[in-house]
């Protein structure tokens, strides 16, 4: 018998109390929140008692999916599918009272924000890893580095102005705001923060996703 999902008004299988019952150690965590900076979402059971979290990228980052995805297997019942209208790999876990206090920070109203709290979790340079990968990119004029970016254009001018602040205090990493069709996202022009931004995240990045450090 195939082991029930946590899909409808589905009695919980003793897997799925199991998996409920798991606590996020620290490298998880950081996975997860660098994810929620990123690209992934949480959303509502079907009960709207907790909260899981969805993870798509296009299928050109398929290996970078299922390296997340072997983080969080503990959490997940289902491996990662294709979905050919998209061109889309993804995968989302199964519903978590870690995940659900984890929205209740990064989450206002249905959109994300950046919480007054941040600092505490850019302080780990594997978020900032998994952000990057997630969200940013590499610029090149002339054929040489010249900046990076974290775009963060989903975020107001403030988060963005805090998120700068954040990063320059913790890391000594100088973040500029930058325009970008409207909206606002992080850039990194000096070469001494460029470098070092790139040093504090390297170890931490899959080998197939450093070509956006140039």
Not at 40 to 68: C, P
Not at 90 to 96: D, L, V
Not at 143 to 154: D, R
């Amino acid at each position: 018998m195939a082991i029930p999902r946590e899909a409808g008004r589905i009695t919980y299988s003793a897997n799925i109390r199991e998996r409920k019952r798991m606590v996020l150690d620290n490298y998880q965590k950081a996975v997860v929140i660098g994810s929620i900076l990123g690209d992934a979402h949480l959303e509502a059971n079907w009960s709207k008692t907790n909260y899981r979290l969805g993870i798509r990228h296009s299928k050109d980052q398929e290996e970078y999916v299922r390296w997340i995805y072997e983080v969080l297997k503990p959490l997940v019942l289902t491996p990662p599918q294709y979905y050919e209208k998209t061109r889309s790999v993804w995968f989302r876990t199964i519903s978590h009272k870690a995940l659900s206090e984890l929205h209740q920070i990064f989450y206002r109203n249905g959109k994300k924000v950046i919480p007054e709290m941040i600092a505490e979790y850019l302080s780990n340079p594997i978020t900032l890893a998994i952000w990057f990968m997630d969200d940013g990119n590499v610029q090149i004029k002339r054929g040489k580095i010249s900046g990076y970016n974290l775009n963060t254009q989903s975020f107001s001018e403030a988060e963005n102005m805090l998120l700068a602040r954040v990063i320059g205090a913790v890391h000594g990493i100088r973040c500029t705001l930058e325009r970008n069709h409207q909206y606002y996202r992080l850039a990194i022009y000096t070469r001494a923060s460029r470098e070092a931004f790139a040093n504090l995240i390297r170890e931490h990045m899959l080998p197939s996703m450093k070509y956006k450090l140039g």
